[in-house]
């Protein structure tokens, strides 16, 4: 049987990769205690990320674009990992310790041709930076955070070319959308009348946004034995819009206190009278990034990998929303009456807590084995830098140094075409890896909530790709 054109294998390959890949994203829990933990590919996560200067995997749209002009033919991959972590907030002295550890899932898709030699083209979708923390029911740190999360979504567009020998040069477009969710409490009370006993009534915070990206990558082969490589990535601000919702502890409505008009109004009904949903708005910026890579070769069978990334964390701005009836009316049927019977005044136009986030930096090295004509054995060890400062760190986002160790095999070899079984015109590329990661103690600074916090995570993944 003769095999297809081209351009039909291509198709068929697009169509796989939406078939396969696509229709998983929309429920696919995508969490990590910070923003920026994960490696979106399974060989680059088991090098510890150091992947900026070797990029020979299609997953090099998103490390360094560039080193897709050296990756001949048609090329499909997906990365799928798969985490579980324990984050813990610990009262000093006391012992008393909380415990948040979602399960996590993440994947990525990236697909890749090149029509002619020296001129690539690629397409990725992946979610580079999110956030997940669900802490126990009536925890110490509820009136700042009990459950947050963050999801990120990255569609990348990339063009690299191969202008001089060993030379390659990439720019790439994102199109990028972010999904917040926050919860917390709002401690509810009456000038006036004390209530029997506290009420805290659940804030909701639900918003969503979109916004557009830059990309660069360069990858320079210097001689058989070095290569090295660097990748910048604009910031990308997005306005936020969405709605703040409010519920109320059942109990409320069990106990009452004098109504302005005569008798007396349960404390549910005020509440529902008081708390009123808006419609909210915020600005979040990814940061800038900057990641240099160089790739050393001392021994055809051995690859040494080394990368250092700048994260520009300090324009992220503040996890702040806004109601879009700030400095107006917030509550219409709570009027004055009330205001001035309970002593109180509708002030939930403004909520978010300060992230002091800062600029950090990433170590990540790794090295690679080449075990046989088609298999490799790789190790790598990352170093994150915190990104807040003792004096911000809160259950919402604590972010405390991490050390990452990471092992992990390939396979990348023949397969036996599905149109033709007696000939191999395709390859399979096959990764699998494991992570362990363990936090520093971190203290907090915060006011009241001057707890230390730790984390430990494994990580397993696994990346499955098909070169023709």
Not at 258 to 270: A, E, H, M
């Amino acid at each position: 049987m003769r095999t297809p054109p081209r351009t039909s294998r291509f198709a068929f390959l697009l169509a796989l990769w939406i078939a396969l890949g696509l229709p998983l994203v929309p429920w696919a829990p995508l969490r990590a205690e910070d923003f920026a933990f994960y490696e979106l590919g399974a060989r680059a996560a088991a090098l510890g990320g150091a992947f900026t200067g070797k990029a020979d995997d299609i997953s090099a749209i998103f490390y360094n674009p560039a080193g897709l002009a050296f990756l001949g033919g048609m090329r499909l991959k997906t990365n799928l990992t798969f985490s579980a972590r324990k984050m813990n907030a610990t009262w000093p002295g006391t012992g008393l310790t909380f415990h948040t550890g979602p399960p996590e899932l993440k994947e990525s898709q990236f697909l890749a041709w090149r029509p002619v030699r020296g001129i690539s083209i690629g397409l990725g979708y992946y979610s580079p930076y999110s956030f997940d923390s669900r802490w126990p029911y009536a925890w110490s740190g509820e009136d700042v955070s009990a459950a947050a999360k963050l999801n990120s979504r990255t569609f990348r567009s990339v063009v690299a070319v191969e202008p001089l020998k060993g030379l390659a040069l990439s720019a790439a477009l994102d199109l990028v959308s972010i999904s917040v969710k926050w919860e917390h409490k709002l401690p509810f009370e009456l000038g006036t009348y004390p209530l029997p006993r506290e009420t805290k009534v659940t804030s909701l915070h639900q918003l969503s946004g979109r916004g557009v990206g830059f990309a660069a990558g360069v990858l320079w082969k210097v001689f058989s034995g070095l290569q090295v490589g660097a990748r910048y990535q604009t910031s990308v601000a997005i306005d936020l819009a969405g709605q703040n919702t409010f519920s109320f502890p059942q109990i409320a409505s069990y106990y009452s206190v004098p109504d302005p008009f005569g008798s007396f109004r349960d404390v549910g009904q005020l509440l529902d009278m008081f708390y009123v949903p808006q419609a909210v708005t915020g600005r979040m910026t990814l940061p800038r990034e900057i990641a240099f890579g160089v790739v050393l070769t001392p021994v055809h069978n051995l690859s040494l990998c080394l990368d250092v990334q700048w994260d520009k964390w300090s324009e992220f701005g503040q996890w702040v929303f806004r109601s879009g009836n700030e400095g107006g009316d917030l509550s219409p049927d709570f009027t004055s009456e009330y205001r001035d019977f309970y002593g109180i005044v509708p002030d939930y136009g403004t909520q978010g807590p300060d992230l002091a986030v800062k600029d950090s930096r990433k170590l990540k090295s790794g090295l690679e084995y080449r075990a046989g004509k088609w298999l490799f054995l790789r190790a790598g060890f990352a170093r994150y830098e915190s990104s807040v400062e003792a004096a911000g760190r809160t259950p919402l986002y604590p972010d405390p140094d991490l050390n990452i160790y990471s092992f992990g095999g390939g396979y990348e070899g023949p397969l036996f075409s599905i149109w033709d079984a007696d000939k191999p015109i395709s390859q399979l590329s096959f990764d699998l890896f494991v992570r362990y990661a363990s936090a520093d103690a971190a203290a907090s600074a915060l006011p009241g909530l001057e707890m230390t916090y730790s984390a430990k995570r494994w990580i397993a993944g696994v990346g499955v790709g098909f070169m023709f």
